[in-house]
Each structure stands twice: as C-alpha cells, then as structure tokens.
C-alpha cells in the first residue's frame, strides 16, 4: 500500500470506513507540531546567517579607510622617491585589497544563502498557520457536523476530495524538496600584488598637475 494510501486508512473509522473527525484533528494537530518546528528552525538559521552577514559587513567600512590610508602613504612615499618604503607600503596596499575582496565574495554568498532561507521560512509560516486554520475549524462543533453529514450522503466524494488534498500536499512538500540551497562554494580570487599596486598609483601619482 502506498504511503498515501496508509495515510487515509489511518484515518478511516473502522467501523464505517469513513474519515475520522477526531483522527482528522489529532493528525492535523501533529502536522502543526511538526510544521512550527520546521518553522522555528529555518527561523533560527536566518538569524544566524543575518548576524553573520552584519558582523561581517561592519569590517567593510574600517577596511575602506586603512586601505585608503595605505594608498595615501604609498603616493607619498613614491611621491619623496623612497622606493623600498613604497614597495613596502604597496605589498600591505596589495593584502588590504585581497582581504577587501574575499570580504565582499563572503557578503555576496551570505546574502544568497540568507535571501533562501528567508523564503523558506516564509513559507513554512505560511504552512503553519494554514494548518492551525484547518485544525481550529475541525475543532468546531459545526464543522465536525458537517463533515460528518457530509461523510454520511457521500463518502465516495468526500474520500476522493480527501485524497486529492493529500496529494497536494504531498506534491508541494516534494517541490520543496526540490529546491536546491544556494551553492556556497567560495570562487578562486585574482590576488593583488605589490608591482600592480605600484604600477597603479605611480599612474594615479603622474597624472596629477
């Protein structure tokens, strides 16, 4: 028997083999366990991407300025003639970059991986709250007579409306399934070396008045 097929017997009555009501609400009271832990996971995983993402974001701006400052000190070393001192300058201007850059390509991939399971999260919140909607009207009085009048004039109808539902579900949880997290593998970075940053500012250096 499929998985589908178990599903429904298990929430058939054995005596009339129609569809429980009270095994309807503890089956959808489980889904609703289930899904907020789902929920409550993927919730903590983008928080803790986001305060990834902001810890490593805050270094950009202090980077920016020793580089900027390193740059400076090189001109001005190239400026005075001092060639060791500018090549010196120029291996640290060359790691500074290097570090900028694989800063960014962190940002880049963080930012990926977060907007995933941002929108996993949304709709798993999504799923949630549509299940404790279900199982808040199955809990009613009105809506267990009617589906119970509703099971008795026509069963067939109501087992086939019962199957399709699950078959929906089942096929939204497999798309889920589908969707692949973000590839986080880091991309090779182009080092920066001190000749370029050399070549560069003696260019930024002639073109001043």
Known sequence: MS???QVLRSLQDSGRGSLDPDRVCV???RDCRHAEQHMLGLERQCRQLKAEF???NARQAPL?????????AT???LGRGEEQ??????????????????????????GRRLRYYQDRWLGAERHYHDLCRQLAMAKTTACVRKTMAAIRHH?????????????????????KDRDPE????????????????????????????
Do not use: F, M, W
Not at 65 to 72: I, V
Not at 85 to 110: G, K, M, N, S
Not at 157 to 174: H, P, S, W
């Open 3 to 5: 998985v589908l097929g």
């Open 27 to 29: 089956q959808l009271l």
């Open 54 to 56: 902001e810890r490593l």
């Open 64 to 72: 920016a300025r020793r580089l900027a400052g390193l740059e400076q």
């Open 75 to 77: 001109l001005a070393a």
């Open 85 to 110: 001192q500018a090549r010196r300058l120029a291996t640290e201007v060359a790691a500074a970059e290097d570090e900028q850059d694989a800063v960014r390509q962190r940002l880049e991939r963080l």
């Open 155 to 175: 069963p067939q109808v109501t087992l086939v409306n019962a199957k399709q539902a699950l078959a929906d579900i089942r096929a939204r949880e497999q798309q």
């Open 182 to 209: 973000p590839d986080d593998s880091p991309q090779a970075l182009c080092p920066h070396s001190a000749d370029q940053v050399l070549a560069r500012l003696q260019r930024q250096l002639g073109g001043r008045p």
